[in-house]
């Protein structure tokens, strides 16, 4: 059994400075992934207590007034209702600046809503992260408009709909691509193709929309400030991304600067369909 207590101390104050650069941000969204995803029932009974003040819990600071806005990271995640965003980092109220979008694709809306963040929380904000998870429903979507093109036609008349479809469909290449040069392009007849491809789709999607956020905002980063990506999984509820070689590819927990040039995008193709979650749905 799990004991979770939230602790409020009137008098206290627990809410952490913002962190100094952006490392120190990636170790706290790190940090709190980890918590969160280790298994509370494999530890045997556990009590975690978690210590909250005024600005955790919305409340009004003792003049009245409402607490000052102050995330130290903007994300972008999918609306996906398994993968929330806070709890998966194990983050507070007023730490995380979040937009969520099916398949956290990159519309003006949400660069613009990343644009605001950066360029008014500059002394807080250390890092803007894009997080895509596993078995996205709309990158599966995509995926099957691109096995089986008559499919498409359920989205075409729908211009919401295409918006989220279309803006996948560059990953999704990118997906078929490199699951071809890393297994061969007999590959496709393989019954756990189709999840193999979406697989390697979320992972490139987050990378390359990271990459399009990095670029865009390029006049607001620097050393105090930058942009990573990682993806979800559902099932171990860890963040990371996958590394190595084929062979030697394997699921590390983190988050990462996306590739900086095509060249890194390839073998981050690669990387991620023969790392081991890709790699076993094709065995
Ligand atoms: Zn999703």
């Known amino acids: 059994m799990l ?47 978690l210590h909250v003040d005024a600005d955790d819990l919305g409340l009004p600071t003792e003049d009245g007034k409402a607490p000052t806005q102050r995330p130290f990271a903007a994300v972008l995640a999918c609306s996906d209702a398994r993968a929330p965003v806070e709890v998966v980092f194990g983050q507070g109220c007023n730490r995380l600046f979040v937009v969520r979008v099916a398949g956290n694709v990159l519309g003006s809306e949400c660069l613009g809503s990343l ?30 408009s691109f096995l089986n093109p008559s499919q498409y036609l359920a989205y075409a008349p729908s211009h919401p709909l295409r918006a989220v479809v279309d803006r996948l469909m560059v990953p999704v290449r990118a997906a078929h691509q490199a699951v071809g040069r890393a297994w061969g392009h007999g590959i496709g007849d393989r019954p756990g193709y189709r999840d193999a491809l979406i697989g390697t789709a979320v992972g490139l999607n987050a990378a390359l929309t990271a990459a399009t956020v990095r670029q865009e905002l390029r006049e607001h980063l620097g050393p105090a400030r930058e942009v990573v990506y990682g993806v979800y999984d559902l099932v171990t509820r860890r963040v990371g991304v996958p590394i190595g070689v084929p062979g030697e590819s394997r699921f590390a927990p983190g988050l990462v600067p996306p590739p900086a040039d095509l060249t890194g995008f390839d073998q981050l193709g690669i990387a991620i369909a023969t790392s081991p979650p890709v790699r076993d749905l094709l065995a």
């Open 3 to 49: 004991e979770l207590v939230y602790r409020f101390d009137p008098t206290g104050r627990h809410t952490p400075d913002p962190p100094a650069d952006p490392a120190e941000a990636r170790r706290r969204l790190e940090d709190g992934n980890r918590a969160f995803s280790t298994d509370p029932l494999a530890a045997g009974p556990t009590r975690r207590v």
């Open 115 to 144: 644009d605001f963040a950066v360029t008014n929380f500059d002394e807080s904000l250390r890092l803007v992260v894009v997080l895509g998870h596993s078995r996205c429903g709309a990158v599966s979507a995509a995926v099957d």
